[in-house]
């Protein structure tokens, strides 16, 4: 039984101890996940407030894209109103030369001197006009080849801008992927993290319930040592009734051997008396004058015949010498000499009417202790058994 309380104590905090393992490793567990959870919850504010500023720039981007289309387009239509004064400077170049093609092929007129004057005004100013006209004409080609150049560095910037805003989308997208799958993870994260945390609840409750159950077991264990000691006391008791109660057989058997010897002594004086012989213990002793009863003396066929059913008792009979009602057993008269063995039973009788039943248990020479198993009536000194 002892060995038993052990295994289970032992099981017991084996079982506590491993609970305990398990408590503490699900809480380092949870708290690597709130960290790791923390730390992607930084990354993705940094992912957004970068998204953030992506989206600004591009939007700063896309205003420059919008200036320079129209800057673009200011420069396209000033481009084609310098064309359109380039085609009419031209045209007017060519008139005024084909005209004065025309005016040398004439022959020469001889003009008065005052038309002379007036003509050489006119083509002073004809000359100037071309001169002024020319001049404009090459800074108009000036300013058109300027125009040229700023288109050309516009097309190449809108060509910079254009794979700049393409790279930021790309790079957009990239981080609303990013961030889509931290969202995600941070997700199966929280989900995690409310598994351990039912996990870590459950393994509370359950070792509430393990110390509950240890705690009744222990009084359990405290009230089976109690009943153990009562038992050892109750042993220690029984012990000293046994020792008693071999010490009243013995002194038991020594008084009844005693009687036996005494009953002896008297048969062989019964025996000497009959036979008409005295006895040595009557010699021994001086003869003084007493008057005895008048002794019947009759022969053993006659007194079998009277009473046959007396020999039979004497023979397979015997008697309660004492009785034990607190350890629940009785001592008789009967022993190993008389044939008596371990286990055997007799039934009690008194008045001729049976009232319990008796087992052997322990044998001496001249008398048995007897357990009792049934009894109609408290068994007393006397009753007979057979």
């Known amino acids: 039984m002892e060995q038993k309380i052990k295994f289970i104590i032992i099981g017991l905090i084996g079982f506590s101890v491993v609970c305990l393992f398990l408590f503490l490793q699900a809480t380092g567990s949870q708290q690597l996940l709130v960290r790791e959870r923390n730390d992607l919850k930084s990354e993705n504010t940094t992912l957004t407030n970068k998204i953030s500023q992506l989206e600004l720039e591009l939007n700063g981007n896309k205003d420059r894209i919008d200036s320079l289309r129209l800057d673009r387009d200011k ?59 020319e001049i404009q004409l090459t800074s108009l080609r000036s300013e058109l080849r300027n125009l040229q150049i700023s288109n050309e560095s516009l097309q190449r910037d809108k060509g910079a801008l254009e794979i700049d805003v393409h790279s930021l989308r790309n790079e957009k997208l990239d981080l609303l992927r990013q961030l889509d799958y931290n969202q ?131 023979i397979f009979s015997g008697k309660i010498l004492a009785v034990n009602p607190d350890n629940n057993f009785v001592v008789i008269d009967l022993g190993t000499t008389s044939g008596i063995k371990h286990g055997d039973a007799f039934n009690v009788y008194r008045e001729g009417k049976s009232i319990g039943s008796i087992a052997v248990i322990q044998v001496r020479e001249n008398i048995s202790a007897c357990d009792i198993k049934t009894m109609s009536t408290p068994l007393k000194i006397g009753d007979s058994i057979k």
């Not at 009084?219 to 220690?236: M, P």
């Open 75 to 133: 420069v396209v239509e000033n481009l084609g109103d310098l064309q359109k004064k380039f085609e009419l400077v031209s045209k007017t170049r060519d008139e005024l030369i084909e005209k004065l093609k025309s005016q040398r092929q004439q022959p020469a007129v001889v003009q008065p001197e005052v038309d002379l004057q007036n003509t050489d005004a006119y083509w002073g100013g004809i000359l100037k006009a071309k001169t002024d006209l």
């Open 184 to 314: 995600k993870l941070l997700d199966s994260m929280s989900q995690e993290v409310v598994r351990e945390r039912n996990d870590k609840v459950k393994i509370q409750d359950s070792f509430k319930n393990i110390k509950n159950e240890s705690a009744v077991l222990i009084k359990q264990l405290g009230s089976l040592n109690s009943r153990k000691s009562a038992l050892d006391r109750k042993l220690q008791d029984l012990q000293v009734g046994k020792d008693t109660v071999e010490k009243r057989l013995g002194e038991m058997e020594t008084m009844l051997t005693e009687r036996i010897a005494q009953i002896s002594f008297l048969k062989d004086e019964l025996d000497a008396i009959k036979s008409g012989k005295p006895s040595a213990s009557l010699e021994s002793k001086p003869r003084e004058s007493v008057e005895l009863p008048a002794i019947v003396v009759r022969s053993t066929s006659a007194a079998q015949k009277e009473n046959p059913l007396k020999v039979d008792a004497l």
